[in-house]
């Protein structure tokens, strides 16, 4: 499954702009970017990129249990990132890296989190209202709901305040969308008209099983069968992915009820570093999208904008020390004290939580006294 008819794509492969009737309304808003906004955009995706590929080392060498890249989706997760804004809640699956960069959060917290040294990884609360990230497929999706239809209800969505109205964004991918969660996330988003947008990045496999055998139509249509406006666009588009996302999440906030996007986008990696993608891909396949590499098309397009040589060295030189420095990070982590197991199991302090902890402490004391 590729691009349609039906796919918005306002920066074409070769990096310059698409117009026609669909791109017109967007075209104008293109032109309002800031050049610095289209710089951050080239940024992130550089920088995360590098960082991606550093932590598959990392994890090669044994110093992570597992890795799950974000390579050739960067403009996906760059461009809806930065279309939300403060006040909004994001749910991701647990690819996206770099949205959780644009809000704030210090990447080694993914680290320690694939290291195994946390039980979460980091505080929603703290980190611009990026939420954790979830290995069961689809569950955040119920996730979201719940928080998008507990604003509306406590009033922190469509006031006529634009700059506190709330929204929430929902990541999940094309695996993900014929789980049972995402149908019941759509049916009660639907029903209750929740300030919700659901973004589907269909990176084409759901690890070794292709999109085409889970759907025989594109997926966006899944989201007009619960009754919520859908759109497809090009997920290696970051224009694209920033301008549609901004405006879905403007309706929401607004009390429009929920929006579907899906992301048309590639995974060039394997699903995790578990997997082997050579055993079922193809290099006619992996040769197609990677002539639609989402970074080499946005350079392109700021080159032709006039940007020049040095701003490239600037990204570069600012992936390579992020990478250098998460390195050295990582290979200074030490193993989390044993009863940190013990905390934040419940809210508050709880009895069983401290017996199982003074069961622990002895237990340890007993072997350091048979070692004697």
Known sequence: MSYTEATLQLLSPEGSLVENDATAPYLPRVAAISDAQLRDFHRQMVVIRRFDIEAGNLQRQGQLALWIPSVGQEAAQVGS????????????????????????????????????????????AK?????????????????????????????????????????????????????GDVSEAMVFS?????????????????????????????????????????VQIDGNDVLASYLVTAENLEAARAGQGPRFIEALTYRMGAHTSSDDPTKYRDSEEMTFWAQRDPIARFETFLRAKGEGDAFFAEV??????????????????????????????????????????????AYEASLEEARE
């Open 316 to 361: 570069a030189s600012e992936a390579e020390d992020l990478a250098a420095d998460v390195r050295a990070r990582t290979q200074s982590l030490g193993s989390p004290p044993a009863d940190k197991i013990f905390s934040h199991v419940y809210s508050d302090p709880h009895p069983l939580m401290e017996e199982q902890r003074a069961w622990m402490a």
């Open 81 to 124: 990132g930065y279309a939300a804004r403060p006040q909004d809640h994001i749910f991701p699956a647990y690819r996206e890296h770099v949205v959780g960069r644009i809000r704030g959060l210090d990447p080694m917290r993914i680290i320690e989190l694939l290291r195994g040294l946390s039980h979460g990884g980091w505080d929603p």
């Open 190 to 230: 639907a029903s209750f008209q929740a300030p919700i947008v659901f973004f589907l990045q269909n990176n084409h496999w759901a690890i070794s099983v292709p999109v085409q055998r889970q759907s025989r139509t594109p997926l966006y249509l899944r989201g007009t069968g619960f009754g919520i406006p859908s």
């Open 127 to 179: 980190t611009g209202n990026f939420h954790l990230y979830t290995l069961v497929i689809g569950s955040q999706s119920l996730h979201a709901t719940g928080m998008a239809m507990g604003m509306t209800l406590d009033g922190s969505t469509a006031t006529g305040h634009p700059e506190t109205d709330a929204a929430v964004l929902a990541y999940f991918g094309d695996g993900a969308s014929s789980q």
